[in-house]
């Protein structure tokens, strides 16, 4: 799974590190000072990297918990977002942590202890309720089985009733939701594109069907759920695909239950949109005409209307109340 393992000094020892490794005996273990030694070594690229990443276990210093970027996410109070991994497991060609980064190796913080105590600070310090999202920087559930992610912040959460937790994935590795009871602050958001965006991009990704059916059984088991449909990426048959994934979705789960829906366009720092020119120059995504607002790029043939022509459609499945766009 791993081509390498890389252990700070400083949590070699630590009771996580040891269970974390256990599972891979046969991985070499190196050990570094500090995870930046490899994590952002000038000599790496991405894409080559990407075919045999290395996990890096690592303590996170600083600041921990971030606002949220503008209009990212729901409203119902102040957002924050924690990132207790970096890098994702999947190869989606449009993300824009391949240009954000110079190595596609996984770091995982570690020290859990550390992020719980600043997020507990934090839900303490607002006034009224407060949103966390996890999943900005990696995928929230794909390497579940190793990180042990949700058995530690779940429990954070479940005493906190008055902040929500939002666990962003395209994974189906749910088995930690499923073998627990569900907790009412706590949304599992999908994230979908189109059956062709899915095919051209995602490369990886657990198939749509699956997803579907991962979210019904979460569903089933009383889980809020939530689907993010982005990014939107102009197609010919933009509407009529898209129609069919909210056919296929909403026939599927109660949608009556469904915390909330959304769409958002393709978008990126202008610097790492370069980045990712330059590491695949061959690919038409990016070759497409862009357009720039305010620092961000988007691609310029999805436009307000296409937006405003899913959204209709949309609307016709889900109550405005739970809708809203991505900013």
Same mark, same amino acid.
């Given at each position: 799974?791993?081509?390498?393992?890389?252990?700070?000094?400083?949590?070699?020892?630590?009771?996580?590190?040891?269970?974390?490794?256990?599972?891979? #005996?046969?991985?070499?273990?190196?050990?570094?000072?500090?995870?930046?030694?490899?994590?952002?070594?000038?000599?790496?690229?991405?894409?080559?990297?990407?075919?045999?990443?290395?996990?890096?276990?690592?303590?996170?210093?600083?600041?921990?918990?971030?606002?949220?970027?503008?209009?990212?996410?729901?409203?119902?109070?102040?957002?924050?977002?924690?990132?207790?991994?970096?890098?994702?497991?999947?190869?989606?060609?449009?993300?824009?942590?391949?240009?954000?980064?110079?190595? #596609?190796?996984?770091?995982?913080?570690?020290?859990?202890?550390?992020?719980?105590?600043?997020?507990?600070?934090?839900?303490?310090?607002?006034?009224?309720?407060?949103?966390?999202?996890?999943?900005?920087?990696?995928?929230?559930?794909?390497?579940?089985?190793?990180?042990?992610?949700?058995?530690?912040?779940?429990?954070?959460?479940?005493?906190?009733?008055?902040?929500?937790?939002?666990?962003?994935?395209? /994974?189906?590795?749910?088995?930690?939701?499923?073998?627990? #009871?569900?907790?009412?602050?706590?949304?599992?958001?999908?994230?979908?594109?189109?059956?062709?965006?899915?095919?051209?991009?995602?490369?990886?990704?657990?198939?749509?069907?699956?997803?579907?059916?991962?979210?019904?059984?979460?569903?089933?088991?009383?889980?809020?759920?939530?689907?993010?449909?982005?990014?939107?990426?102009?197609?010919?048959?933009?509407?009529?695909?898209?129609?069919?994934?909210?056919?296929?979705?909403?026939? /599927?789960?109660?949608? /009556?239950?469904?915390?909330?829906?959304?769409?958002?366009?393709?978008?990126?720092?202008?610097?790492?949109?370069?980045?990712?020119?330059?590491?695949?120059?061959?690919?038409?995504?990016?070759?497409?005409?862009?357009?720039?607002?305010?620092?961000?790029?988007?691609?310029?043939?999805?436009?307000?209307?296409?937006?405003?022509?899913?959204?209709?459609?949309?609307?016709?499945?889900?109550?405005?109340?739970?809708?809203?766009?991505?900013?």
């Amino acid at each position: 799974m791993f081509s390498a393992i890389y252990i700070e000094e400083e949590v070699r020892d630590w009771h996580r590190v040891q269970e974390i490794i256990q599972p891979f #005996a046969d991985t070499p273990k190196i050990i570094c000072e500090r995870y930046g030694e490899i994590f952002n070594n000038t000599n790496q690229n991405f894409r080559i990297q990407k075919k045999a990443p290395a996990l890096i276990l690592a303590k996170k210093y600083g600041n921990l918990v971030l606002p949220s970027p503008s209009g990212y996410g729901f409203e119902g109070g102040k957002s924050f977002y924690f990132s207790h991994m970096l890098n994702c497991i999947y190869d989606c060609r449009y993300c824009f942590l391949q240009g954000m980064y110079r190595s #596609a190796n996984y770091v995982l913080f570690v020290n859990y202890d550390d992020f719980e105590s600043q997020i507990i600070e934090n839900i303490r310090s607002q006034d009224g309720s407060s949103i966390y999202y996890s999943g900005y920087d990696c995928d929230s559930l794909a390497l579940e089985p190793v990180s042990q992610f949700c058995e530690h912040f779940l429990h954070v959460f479940e005493m906190h009733p008055e902040a929500i937790l939002e666990i962003r994935t395209k /994974s189906t590795q749910v088995r930690c939701l499923l073998d627990r #009871a569900p907790i009412p602050n706590c949304i599992i958001a999908m994230s979908f594109s189109s059956q062709e965006s899915t095919q051209r991009f995602e490369h990886k990704v657990p198939a749509i069907k699956k997803r579907i059916q991962t979210l019904k059984k979460l569903q089933g088991m009383g889980w809020q759920i939530a689907i993010r449909f982005e990014p939107i990426i102009f197609e010919e048959r933009l509407t009529e695909n898209y129609r069919l994934l909210f056919e296929e979705i909403f026939h /599927s789960l109660d949608v /009556s239950l469904l915390h909330s829906v959304s769409l958002g366009e393709f978008r990126m720092p202008k610097t790492y949109y370069k980045n990712i020119v330059k590491l695949y120059p061959d690919e038409q995504l990016f070759g497409r005409e862009t357009k720039m607002v305010e620092g961000m790029i988007s691609l310029k043939d999805t436009d307000a209307d296409s937006l405003q022509k899913l959204e209709g459609i949309l609307l016709e499945y889900v109550s405005n109340d739970k809708y809203y766009l991505c900013g």
